[in-house]
């Protein structure tokens, strides 16, 4: 070779290796994958358990020491993200819940599928960590996962001679006259369900969203690259599923319905369950000690989410959370490599162990439980879906207005269903 042809050669080498570190400078990840070095975490996770697994993964590999998380309060972390990321001091890594998924997309750093692809994603992860995939890449890694389960009190199914719990929505209209009790004023004075309202019943955003969805309807959907709500579509169905789920919810609180079972009047569902006097509650997984500690005398049980019998899919709600890299970090490539260690097999099992949680992956959700409560749990996980929120807390006041619109009369369920529509529409549009 002349020295013309050595030269040229080791000009490109020398653009080559800049190009590695410009490219793993901005999100690119293509940087030494041992190589971590300072990352800072932030999520709303204990303390305790970060640093533990933290302290874990890092005596088997030392590249984890310059990892730090920084426990956050729930009531503030959104804002105090949003505010850090403006002033240029946020973290590098963070935890992304799915409802804030569509409203902080922007601030998020994308990982190409050549970087990570969409097979393995899938492969790994359960069906509802597909909401942090777009066309083009991965907005963040699953790493917890608490989904929406029954709970109900077995000493009130044994007293009207009910061995087990509903499989299937239609039982409630059989069980609600057994269970269900009054006063001689007609002041409910035990309920079968907390159906039919929605400011005292506890999760009802939540539960509202898994019978809409187990009816057919999957609330948003991407059409031609852009978030719509489907909400009033009838999607091929004789009925908008949307408009039964919504039927089927508030006849409940109907006083004229032989399934009458809540009202507004009524303290808090949760509450009303742990005092033993609501048989059945629709909480998450995460609720199960604190119910437990609120009343240790309660004899409850947990089960699998009801599901429509003529959908033939099993669905349930899930909150997940994933981790996900700003924009702004200082060290993207780190925090890329971090993400995938904490979501690595061993260390979903142990944040598990630790949460008292199902993991998010596949493979760990294939082991059978011993403990009867985290069996429940497992089985959840792996029908546990969402949708994509625009605003997780104008979502709430949508739905309330939705289903208090019917029961007051204020407006008919078609039209407070497409009211709905029309607003969730207007949401995702101003994102």
Do not use: C
């Not at 008919?412 to 529509?421: Q, T």
């Amino acid at each position: 070779m002349t020295n013309f042809q050595i030269g040229i050669i080791a000009i490109f080498a020398i653009l080559a290796i800049i190009g590695v570190f410009a490219f793993a400078g901005i999100g690119g990840f293509g940087g030494d994958k041992n190589s971590i070095g300072s990352v800072e975490i932030w999520g709303t996770i204990p303390n305790v358990v970060m640093n533990d697994l933290i302290s874990e993964i890092s005596r088997e590999d030392k590249n984890f020491l310059g990892i730090k998380y920084v426990e956050k309060d729930k009531k503030t972390y959104e804002s105090e993200f949003i505010e850090a990321l403006a002033s240029g001091v946020g973290p590098d890594l963070f935890l992304l819940n799915h409802n804030s998924i569509v409203r902080n997309q922007n601030k998020i750093i994308e990982i190409p599928y050549k970087n990570f692809p969409a097979r393995d994603f899938k492969n790994i992860f359960i069906e509802e960590g597909e909401l942090y995939l777009t066309q083009t890449g991965v907005l963040g890694f699953p790493f917890t996962i608490d989904p929406l389960i029954m709970y109900w009190n077995r000493d009130i199914f044994q007293t009207v001679g009910v061995s087990t719990p509903p499989k299937y929505w239609n039982e409630l209209f059989v069980l609600s006259p057994k269970i269900t009790q009054r006063d001689m004023a007609s002041n409910i004075t035990r309920s079968l369900v907390a159906f039919g309202e929605f400011r005292n019943i506890e999760n009802a955003k939540e539960i509202l969203s898994t019978l809409i969805m187990q009816s057919g309807n999957p609330i948003v959907v991407l059409l031609n690259e852009q978030l719509e709500s489907t909400l009033a579509d009838r999607l091929s169905f004789a009925t908008s599923p949307a408009e039964a789920a919504t039927r089927f919810y508030t006849e409940f609180s109907n006083p004229a319905k032989s399934i009458y079972s809540w009202n507004r009047a009524l303290p808090n569902s949760r509450q009303s369950f742990i005092a033993g006097d609501l048989a059945i509650y629709f909480g998450f997984a995460s609720e199960l000690f604190d119910i437990k500690r609120a009343n240790p005398n309660l004899n409850f049980d947990t089960a699998l989410m009801p599901q429509s019998k003529d959908s033939g899919v099993n669905i349930t709600y899930g909150k997940m959370s994933a981790f996900a890299i700003p924009r702004a970090s200082k060290n993207p490539n780190g925090a890329f490599v971090a993400a995938l260690s904490l979501t690595s097999q061993n260390s979903a099992a142990s944040l598990s162990d630790k949460l008292k949680l199902p993991p998010a992956r596949r493979d760990l959700l294939s082991n059978k439980q011993d403990d009867p409560f985290m069996s429940i749990f497992y089985d959840s996980a792996l029908m546990s879906k969402a949708w994509l929120e625009p605003d997780s807390e104008k979502i709430y006041d949508i739905f309330r207005e939705m289903i208090e619109s019917v029961t007051s009369g204020k407006a008919r369920l078609g039209d407070a269903v497409k009211i709905a529509d029309e607003e969730i529409n207007l949401l995702l549009r101003r994102q």
